[in-house]
């Protein structure tokens, strides 16, 4: 966390919170509904994304060891594995004091929010629930991926592009178009295939 972030953090808790609600009413069954995250389903990824609240920091320190310290084996060996644990512990996960304050090693909680929206996204836009992420707080998350430079980590080229959001004021770069919510706009820009029709233009 820096000062520069620490205004952030009621958006990180507010988007824990929300997300849990939306969840928390889901049958079993459609919490086994295919993720926008490759190979995983919606448990998989909130089982992801609830890490911190399971494994202190000295658990996760010893589990990545056991994994060579390759943090993407970890995250699919624990997503895998806490996928089984009951849905309502899930979602007492995301409403735990812990994810509210969570930030991610120097990620501050830009990287935080960043975290929660896109999972977030990952999870429910498969379910098609109609929650809107708030302008304000998608915003932030938007200028993170383009002025923060956060596309690259995704192998994601946005030169010579401008993108521009369609349910808000908000635009970036110029160039050829892109065109889509400003949620879409953030899960593409994170490698993410949004479902046909919803974003207009050539593709990233």
């Not at 970890?74 to 930030?103: C, G, K, Y």
């Not at 990952?122 to 998350?141: F, K, N, Q, S, Y």
Request: glycine share 10%; charged share 25%; proline share 4%.
């Amino acid at each position: 966390m820096t000062d520069d972030d620490a205004h952030l953090q009621p958006a990180v808790a507010a988007e824990f919170s929300a997300l849990a609600d939306q969840l928390e009413t889901l049958s079993d069954a459609r919490w086994d509904t295919p993720s926008l995250c490759e190979g995983w389903r919606v448990r998989e990824v909130i089982a992801h994304l609830t890490m911190a609240a399971r494994y202190s920091g000295d658990e996760f320190m010893a589990k990545l060891q056991d994994c060579q310290f390759d943090f993407t084996r970890l995250s699919n060996q624990i997503a895998r594995e806490d996928a089984r644990l009951p849905v309502t512990e899930l979602v007492d996960n995301l409403r735990s004091e812990v994810m509210q304050h969570w930030t991610p090693p120097g990620g501050g909680y830009h990287g935080a929010l960043n975290h929660v929206v896109i999972h977030g996204l990952d999870a429910t836009v498969p379910l098609g629930c109609t929650r809107r992420v708030p302008d304000e707080t998608i915003r932030a998350v938007l200028d993170d991926l383009t002025h923060g430079g956060g596309h690259a980590r995704f192998g994601i080229d946005i030169e010579g592009r401008r993108l521009v959001a369609t349910d808000m004021d908000w635009a970036f770069g110029s160039g050829t178009e892109l065109l889509g919510s400003g949620e879409d706009l953030a899960l593409v820009m994170c490698g993410r295939t949004v479902p046909a029709g919803r974003v207009a233009g050539l593709p990233l």
